[in-house]
């Protein structure tokens, strides 16, 4: 019986040898293709308000974003929802030629402003708000761009609250 025990227990750790392992380390390849990625936020929009009699109405929209480029990007927008046109300000149909909704773009630094004196917004097509170069890339935390809005203000426009969607979109390539 003790030559079998003996023997077993000789086994047992010829057994665990066996198993050992020969190094303590081991490695791994890790890797990752990082493309072009863009996000934006509207942080905030003003109500649009005259500041005189028959003045134009005007307030800002602003914007955080998030971008990395290979080739380029840019940032637009598009009124996706008009004013009622009931008599009211109309983004499609002005009541009164020369009625528009203009704006004006900041952006800070990698972006550039698109500029025009002002710009004219519409529902039928994107317009510009920011383009953006090869190979540039955001703060972690975003970058800031705002867009400051001109309404006419026709007499000819009823009484009454009206709105409008504004849709941003944001690319990169």
Sequence with gaps: MKRILALASIMLFAASLSYAQTSPTGTSTLSVNVGAEAAIVVTSTTALTSGSIFGDYTGTTGLTYYIRTVTGGTISLEVTGDFACGGGPCVTT???????????????????????????ASTSASTGVATFGAAVQSAKTGNSASVAWDLTNDPHYKAGPYSATVTFTISAS
């Design 94 to 120: 002005p009541p009164s030629a020369g009625d528009a909704l203009t704006y004006v773009n900041t952006v800070s630094t990698p972006g550039t402003a698109v500029v025009g004196t002002p710009l004219t």
